[in-house]
Each structure stands twice: as C-alpha cells, then as structure tokens.
C-alpha cells in the first residue's frame, strides 16, 4: 500500500501544538489529537482497525477500540463517521473514512476550543460500541 503521508502535511500545526511527548496529554485536545493520530498511524504502518469484530474490516495486531470508542462517546462529530467502518470492505474506503475523520477532528479551531477543557476519561481505556478480536487460536500460536 503506498501512503500518501502528503495528504496529512496539513495537519503538522496541530500536531506540534497539541500531540503530547507521552501519553494523551492534560486537555480534551490533546486527547482527540492522540487519538486520531493512533488511528492513523496504526492503519498505515500496521494495517490495524478499530474493529474488527462488527465491521468487514480484518486488522488484527493491535487493538485500537479504545481510541475509536472514547472519540465516539466524547466528540459528537467523531461517531457518525466512525459508524462508516461497517460499511468499509477495503483498504481504501478505510482510507477514506479516516481522512474524513483528520479533515473533521483536527482542525485547529476546533482543536483550539478543546484545549480549555481537561482530559476527560482515558483514550486508553474506553469501551463502547467498536470492538477487537485478537484472532489467535491454537493453530496460530503453532504457527509462532
């Protein structure tokens, strides 16, 4: 899969001005921020999802719900676009849906206005409606 890192260029303010060293930082921003960047990280080093239980997607290193489901539960704007992995059935409509999630999320307005209120939860440890599976069996652990 080539990657178009240019398309996510436009995003480097946010980045630098809310992604934290470590962790998820101390406001909503710096969490959204966090998160988005996991997703889109994850996908294109990994071919990690955020589901891969409910959606016809199949990534399976890493589990990466949490991250989709505290934008989901915190971010009115996130869930929406979210929900669209059950309708994505290749790498590309995947692709799509998180350009559309970093198109929506981290602009910097909206990111700015988040930065007054604190973390909220943990983007780490938030369940809902977007689940993992880690797919391994008998016969894969043979396989190792």
């Given at each position: 899969?080539?990657?178009?890192?240019?398309?996510?260029?436009?995003?480097?303010?946010?980045?630098?001005?809310?992604?934290?060293?470590?962790?998820?930082?101390?406001?909503?921003?710096?969490?959204?921020?966090?998160?988005?960047?996991?997703?889109?990280?994850?996908?294109?080093?990994?071919?990690?999802?955020?589901?891969?239980?409910?959606?016809?997607?199949?990534?399976?290193?890493?589990?990466?719900?949490?991250?989709?489901?505290?934008?989901?539960?915190?971010?009115?704007?996130?869930?929406?676009?979210?929900?669209?992995?059950?309708?994505?059935?290749?790498?590309?409509?995947y692709e799509d849906l998180l350009?559309?999630?970093?198109?929506?999320?981290?602009?910097?307005?909206?990111?700015?206005?988040?930065?007054?209120?604190?973390?909220?939860?943990?983007?780490?440890?938030?369940?809902g409606p977007f689940k993992f599976?880690?797919?391994?069996?008998?016969?894969?652990?043979?396989?190792?």
């Open positions: 899969m080539a990657v178009d890192w240019g398309y996510y260029d436009k995003f480097d303010r946010v980045m630098k001005e809310y992604l934290p060293d470590r962790g998820e930082g101390e406001t909503m921003a710096t969490q959204v921020v966090t998160a988005v960047n996991k997703l889109v990280f994850k996908w294109y080093n990994d071919g990690d999802v955020y589901d891969n239980v409910n959606s016809p997607m199949t990534g399976w290193c890493n589990d990466l719900s949490s991250y989709a489901n505290w934008l989901n539960e915190y971010i009115p704007a996130a869930g929406g676009i979210l929900d669209g992995i059950l309708d994505c059935f290749n790498g590309d409509e350009k559309d999630l970093a198109d929506t999320l981290l602009d910097l307005e909206e990111v700015e206005a988040l930065s007054a209120n604190p973390a909220k939860g943990s983007i780490y440890d938030c369940s599976d880690e797919h391994w069996d008998d016969e894969d652990e043979e396989e190792w």
